[in-house]
């Protein structure tokens, strides 16, 4: 017998089960790992696309991905990510070249690129990506222009823009719609404003801000709920560092890679699917390196 779903209500899809980490510096680099859907991280796959850093990733048409921006140089670059992981070439850049840009899923099949900086000057702009994977142009940005935030999908389809920097660390986050659109900024005072941090979705429909700069390297993290609401500092687990991060085996997650402003690591932390951290593992298998980008596919 099928269930009896109730009217307008929300069924949660299930994450994607495989992850990718790509490009960073140590030196600029193409080069990706693939997370199976058990977290286990791959060897490095030889890059095909332009090195970059401070770049950033996200899903889109339920089952690929997208890396977008960055510099070395300053870009609007982006690759397409098939649901084998297959990283393709570079396509042309649609909208204002910047790096240290954040994106997400929303809409449960679409993406959104956000703020960064360009030539000297913070911006708040985003880039909406369609379900076949096409970015549109700029949109006018809403929300404090800040670089080096972090982004992650939360509540089944909708996206949270987090932290970031202006010359001073915040904690302000931005809420996205299920259809693509960006609130205006909310404090999220029970946080520590840092930048250079990650994010991914857990559990479904709850997502996870970590590690990043405060004056330093840090090792805590931040849960959102499943209505965007961001908690208080957990306590570290791990080593502090600036890493990426994306979901993987359906509702779990995992940061992974960073620099640490000191050397640049291959290790990982795997996220529960109830957004617990677990201490280090070795991801002896990758390159060292941060500043790049994750997301999750297939």
Do not use: H
Not at 79 to 105: F, H, K, Q, Y
Not at 282 to 287: I, K
């Amino acid at each position: 017998m099928f269930p009896i779903i109730p009217a307008n209500s929300v069924v949660e899809e299930a994450g994607n089960q495989e992850g990718i980490f790509g490009f960073g510096v140590s030196p600029r680099t193409a080069i990706t790992n693939l997370v199976s859907n058990a977290g286990v991280v791959s060897s490095d796959v030889a890059g095909v696309a332009t090195p970059r850093n401070n770049n950033t990733a996200c899903e889109y048409g339920g089952d690929k991905g997208i890396f977008g921006f960055g510099e070395g140089p300053l870009s609007a670059t982006t690759n397409l990510v098939s649901n084998a992981g297959v990283v393709a070439s570079d396509t042309a850049g649609v909208g204002t070249a910047r790096w240290g840009i954040a994106a997400c899923e929303y809409g449960g099949d679409k993406g959104i690129f956000g703020y960064g900086r360009n030539n000297g000057s913070d911006v708040s702009i985003t880039n909406l990506v369609s379900n076949a994977g096409v970015v549109s142009s700029d949109v006018a940005g809403v929300g404090t222009a800040r670089r080096t935030p972090a982004a992650c999908e939360y509540g089944g389809d909708k996206g949270i823009f987090g932290f970031g920097y202006t010359g001073t660390r915040l904690s302000i986050t931005n809420l996205v719609s299920n259809a693509g659109v960006v609130a205006s900024d909310q404090a999220a005072t029970t946080g520590t404003g840092r930048d250079a941090l990650a994010a991914c979705s857990y559990g479904e429909d709850k997502g996870i801000f970590g590690f990043g700069s405060d004056n330093g390297a840090g090792d805590f993290t931040n849960l959102v709920s499943n209505t965007g609401v961001v908690a208080s500092d957990v306590t570290g687990v791990g080593t502090a560092r600036n890493p990426m991060a994306c979901e993987y085996g359906g509702d779990k997650g995992i940061f992974g890679f960073g620099s640490t402003g000191s050397s640049y690591v291959s290790i990982t932390n795997l996220v529960s699917n109830a957004g617990v951290v677990a201490s280090d593992q070795a991801a002896t298998t990758g390159t060292g390196r941060g500043y790049g980008a994750a997301c999750s596919f297939n």
